[in-house]
């Protein structure tokens, strides 16, 4: 079993930056290929960036260019830099772990709100 926390959501203006951060716990072989995925009203859940544990990193066509993952892995802590946020980003977003290259593992946080708003 894993378990994912998430924190640092909230409201942005467009063009203003947020941090999300994703921490990890439990059986070590299943925090793999950590992600964050987001889903925005009336929409379906879609990639955002993933991370493997050699550090690859991939990202959704949206969001390229403005964010980035990283990982602190003694942390067992992925973080999410997300710059020059556009109105569209509003959604949850999801920490995931446990799947395959590019798609959602069985694991799964809360979720934690982000609004971007003028």
């Known amino acids: 079993q894993v378990q994912l926390v998430e924190s640092g959501g909230g409201l942005a203006q467009p063009g203003g930056s947020l941090r999300l951060s994703c921490t990890a716990s439990?059986?070590?072989?299943?925090?793999?290929?950590v992600g964050w995925f987001r889903q925005c009203p009336g929409k379906q859940r879609e990639l955002v960036a993933q991370?493997?544990?050699?550090?690859?990193?991939k990202y959704g066509d949206s969001v390229k260019g403005r964010f980035a993952i990283s990982q602190d892995y003694p942390k067992k802590t992925v973080y999410l830099q997300m710059n020059n946020l556009k109105l569209e980003d509003t959604a949850v977003y999801y920490c995931?772990?446990?799947?395959?290259?590019?798609?959602?593992?069985?694991?799964w946080g809360h979720g934690t709100q982000v609004t971007v708003s003028s």
């Open positions: 991370i493997s544990t050699f550090g690859v990193t």
């Open positions: 439990g059986r070590l072989l299943d925090i793999v290929n």
């Open positions: 995931n772990s446990g799947g395959d290259w590019g798609h959602p593992g069985n694991y």
